[in-house]
DNA sequence: CAGTGGTCTAGACCACTGG
DNA sequence: CAGTGGTCTAGACCACTGC
C-alpha cells in the first residue's frame, strides 16, 4: 500500500509553483484531493471507524505539500465526514460512537439533559415490505411501484412514548434487512445500516409542521384525538447525495421540544 | 493608523518558531489574533458593512505571517460573522444584504421558492414599554422587573397572515425605539438594529413545539380556535453571547413549513 | 496597475498518542 | 521513541477587483 501516486489530478506538470491549470475550469488541488478522499469514502474502500492515510502519507502519493492535503481534510472534517483525533490519526466518521449517537435527533426534554430520563426504549411496531406510492417513490428517488421497506416504531423516554415514526428504506441496498434484526439491534439505526449495509447517512433535511393527533397517535402516543403534535418529514442522504431513506416522525412536545441553533 | 503592534499577544519573545508558550494556558496564535478582532467587532470599532483591514495589514501588526492572520479570519467567516470578498476584502457581516435578509427564518413555502409569494408584508400590532415577567427576566438575563419594550406582529405572505409574534427587548440598549420606528422601516428587524442601536444579532437558539391556537391566533391567523401551529421560541445573540432579543412566535403550517438541515 | 484574498510550497517545531 | 495531527514561517504566484 501507500503507492506513489501521480495521476487523477489536473496539470501535474504545473504542479511546481501553484498547482492549478491556468487554462480552464480545473478546481484548487486541495479541492482534488478532497475529491479524491471523498471517493474512497464513497466506495468504501475507506469504512466508518476507519483511519485515513496520514497527511504525510496523502501528500506524498500526490506530490502536494502537507498544508494542501490539511486544508482538503479540514473541509471534509467541517462537513463531519472526517474526524481528527491529535496523535492519532484522521477518521472516517461513523453514528456508532457515543457522542455523536443523537446527531440527527433534535428532541430534547425540556428540563435536564439528554439521557437524564435514562435510555431511549425503542418498540418496533411493525416492518414489512411494500410498494413505494407516488410520494415515496419521489422523495427516495425511485419508480412508483418500487419495493420499500417499511417500519414504524415508537420512542419512549422515562416510560413514556414520545415519538411514533414511519420509515421507509429502498429494498435494494437493504437486501436481507428484516424486522428482527431491526427490532433485536442495540444502537442508532444509523450505525446498523452503516455496518450492515454499507450505507452511511451523512445529511438530512427535515420538514416541519404542527398536525393534530389522529386515532393511531391516540393509540401509540396515548394522546387525545386532536392534540397538537410536531410532524417532521425527513429524507436522509448519503455520500453520493442520494435520498436513502424518509422518515415521517410525530413528536409529542408536551414535556420535550425540538431545539435548533441558528448561526 | 496601522502602527505595529507588539503587545497583546503572549509570549512574543518566543514567537519566532512556533509562536506559542510552552508553560501555561495559552492559546494558538491564530486564536488570539481572532480574539482581537473580535473584540473589535465587539466594541463597535468596525461596523457591520465596513472592511476590517487586510491580512497583510493585520500580520504585520500583530508580526505574524499571512498564513496566522487567514487562519483566524478563515474561522470568523466559517461562523458567518465576516465575509471574504475575492479581491475586495474581508467585510463585517451584516443583516442589511439582500442574499442573508432571512437567514433567521426557516419558515418556507410548501411550493415554489421564498419570495414567490411576493414580498412579506409586516403589520405591528402593538408596541409598548413595560416591565420583564419572571420568564421573560430569565430569558434576556434581565430582573424581574426590568424595563423592557414589548412589540406584537403579523407576517402575511401572498395576503395570508402566516406569522405572529411577541418580541422582547431590554429597553436599555435599545433607547429611543419607538412603535413608529418599528413600523415604518422597511427591511428587516435586525438591520435596523444594527444600524440604529449597534446591535448584531450573530446566533439564535429555537425551541420548537406544536401548540393549539388561542383565541389571539384566532383573530390575527384566521385560524379556527384549537388548530395546531408551531410554536418558536427564540432568544437571539450578539457577538458577546449577551442574550438580546425574546422572540415568541406562532407559525401556521398549513401551506408552510419549517425547513432544516441537518449535517 | 496596485491591492486584495486564494492557493501552494518546504521546512520547522509543538502537543499528543501509543508501543 | 516514532508517528500523528496542529501551529507557524517566508516567500511565491494566481485570480479578482477597481482605478
Known amino acids: 500500500m501507500h503507492t506513489p501516486f501521480d495521476s487523477g489530478l489536473s496539470s501535474p506538470d504545473s504542479v511546481g509553483q501553484m498547482g492549478v491549470s491556468t487554462t480552464a475550469a480545473f478546481s484548487p488541488l486541495y479541492q482534488q484531493i478532497k475529491g479524491f478522499i471523498l471517493n474512497s ?19 506524498s502519493r500526490f506530490g502536494v505539500s502537507q498544508g494542501t492535503v490539511r486544508k482538503a481534510i479540514d473541509e471534509l472534517a467541517a462537513e463531519n465526514l472526517v474526524i481528527r483525533r491529535q496523535g492519532k490519526g484522521t477518521f472516517v466518521a461513523t453514528h456508532a460512537e457515543q457522542h455523536v449517537q443523537f446527531r440527527f435527533l ?5 428540563s435536564g439533559t439528554r439521557g437524564s430520563e435514562g435510555p431511549a426504549q425503542r418498540d418496533i411496531i411493525e416492518c414489512k415490505r411494500g410498494r413505494a406510492t407516488a410520494d415515496v417513490a419521489r422523495a427516495l428517488s425511485l419508480r412508483t411501484g418500487d419495493t420499500v421497506l417499511q417500519a414504524r416504531r415508537v420512542l419512549s423516554f422515562g416510560g413514556t412514548p414520545i415519538i411514533m415514526e414511519d420509515i421507509w428504506l429502498p429494498a435494494a441496498p437493504f437486501k436481507g434487512l428484516t424486522a428482527e434484526r431491526l427490532a433485536n439491534y442495540q444502537g442508532p439505526m444509523y450505525a446498523l445500516f452503516e455496518t450492515e449495509f454499507n450505507v452511511r447517512m451523512v445529511r438530512a433535511e427535515e420538514k416541519i409542521r404542527a398536525i393534530p393527533a389522529s386515532t393511531i397517535h391516540q393509540d401509540l402516543l396515548r394522546v387525545k384525538h386532536g392534540t397538537p403534535l410536531l410532524s417532521i418529514e425527513r429524507i436522509a442522504y448519503t455520500y453520493r447525495d442520494e435520498p436513502m431513506e424518509l422518515r415521517r416522525a410525530s413528536y409529542r412536545t408536551d414535556t420535550h421540544h425540538y431545539h435548533n441553533t441558528l448561526g
Chains 1, 2 share one sequence.
Open 41 to 59: 469514502l464513497r466506495s468504501g474502500e475507506w469504512k466508518p471507524g476507519d483511519a485515513i492515510p496520514s497527511e504525510m502519507d496523502l501528500a
Open 106 to 110: 433534535k428532541l430534547v426534554p425540556d
